[in-house]
């Protein structure tokens, strides 16, 4: 890649950086609407603030703030930024406005369709691996299927069960654990054509159900907060295993409940 090629691209990061940061701001004053404290755990009035619903969202949310600002600090750094502002940058260019119309229906397809409904550790892996496999290299044809595949999954979970008195159903979890593995394979075999590929596809795959296995867990078990679609495929066999034999085991070797 020139220095040309590269400005261009950064100028093109510059406008998703600020898209970005704008939607993480919006859902952030959204999530502020949910309080602190005062809330109510499993029918149980709390005030402590690590039992609010509004954590994880919080935390959904700030990191993807923080992704924003560190894009646009590559973008300002690298000229993109200069690039973007200029007279050139300003016109329409419909690539870009492809990309980050891509970039929002994948993360509207997240939040409004599959968060509430579809196992957080599913839909977390899918959105993780459609927008890495979807924007890492640029290319519009592995963009669009990313983004079709994600937003498949969202709209059959609105869709089939758009009422909250039916996100307990499990058979979204299954229609996105799927899609997930459809766009694992075809990142997988798309990354044999460039250097590295095949490692780092790999190693995001891993990543993408690790992190939020990780964050669930620590927001579940650590904070004992509510976490969404807790009846989800996976997540309801972790809490099972959890209070059943984990939290058991702990009592009678070392005497305090984890």
């Given amino acids: 890649m020139d220095s040309d090629e590269k400005t261009v691209l950064r100028a093109r990061d510059f406008w998703t950086a600020l898209v970005l940061m704008a939607l993480a701001v919006f859902f952030l004053a959204k999530t502020a609407e949910i309080p602190f404290f005062n809330t109510a755990n499993a029918g149980v009035r709390s005030a402590q ?4 619903a509004a954590l994880v969202p919080f935390g959904l949310f700030g990191a993807l703030f923080l992704c924003g600002v560190g894009l646009l600090a590559i973008s300002i750094r690298d000229g993109g ?9 300003l016109r329409i260019d419909r690539s870009e406005v492809a990309r980050i119309g891509a970039i929002a229906l994948c993360l509207l397809a997240y939040v ?8 957080f550790i599913i839909a977390s892996a899918l959105v993780l691996s459609a927008l890495f496999w979807g924007f890492h290299r640029g290319d519009v044809s592995a963009r669009w299927k990313a983004t079709a595949i994600i937003s498949a999954a969202g709209i059959y979970a609105a869709v089939m069960h758009l009422p909250q008195a039916e996100w307990r159903a499990t ?10 593995a459809l766009l694992v394979i075809l990142m997988l075999r798309d990354a044999r054509q460039w250097p590295e590929g095949r490692k780092l596809a790999a190693i995001v795959a891993g990543l993408s159900v690790l992190v939020p296995l990780c964050l669930i867990m620590a ?9 969404p679609a807790r009846s989800g495929v996976i997540f309801s066999k972790i809490e099972l295993s959890y209070y059943t034999q984990v939290r058991p085991w702990w009592r009678e070797t070392f005497g305090e409940t984890p």
């Fill in 49 to 52: 603030w690590f039992n609010s």
């Fill in 81 to 89: 930024a200069a690039r973007a502002l200029s007279a050139t940058g």
């Fill in 112 to 119: 409004a369709g599959l968060v509430p409904r579809v196992d």
């Fill in 171 to 180: 058979d979204d979890d299954w229609v996105a654990l799927g899609a997930w």
């Fill in 219 to 227: 927001m579940a078990f650590g904070f004992r907060q509510n976490v």
